[in-house]
């Protein structure tokens, strides 16, 4: 696959997971409010054991190339927020909130690992052990 067409699959990917994770973040934090980061830990887990499942069904494909640079690199790249988690921990340490700083990395560590692992699960059921 040529160097620009692989670019190309990666940022329109990464267009659409980004958008995801603005609407979303945006409906669940007017839904949960802003007192804690809900909203970034369910993207986290939910774009987690999205990768999962969609690497673990793409080990079936002869050439999983495209399926893996536009949604495992490009979607779920741009939809999971890392640097957004590593932000809102920062602060709620700087107002002094441990024990809800400690709850919010420890459980996104911890679940977004998880929630990998469930997704990956899941292909293998689905196909039978063979992802």
């Not at 696959?1 to 329109?12: D, K, N, Q």
């Not at 024990?99 to 998880?114: E, H, I, K, N």
Request: hydrophobic share 55%; aromatic share 14%.
């Amino acid at each position: 696959m040529e160097t620009l067409a692989r670019f190309l699959w990666v940022g329109l990917g990464g267009a659409i997971g980004a958008s995801a994770r603005y609407g979303l973040g945006g409906w669940l934090q007017s839904r949960m409010g802003a007192s804690f980061p809900w909203e970034t830990i369910l993207i986290n887990l939910t774009g987690s054991f999205l990768i999962g499942l969609v690497l673990g069904l793409a080990n079936l494909l002869e050439d999983p190339t495209h399926l893996r640079l536009f949604v495992a690199i490009g979607v779920l790249g741009g939809y999971t927020t890392y640097s957004t988690f590593a932000y809102e921990g920062l602060m709620l340490l700087a107002d002094r909130r441990y024990l809800a700083a400690l709850f919010y990395v420890q459980f996104t560590a911890l679940g977004t690992v998880f929630s990998a692992w469930v997704g990956l699960a899941l292909a293998r059921m689905l196909t039978g052990g063979r992802a």
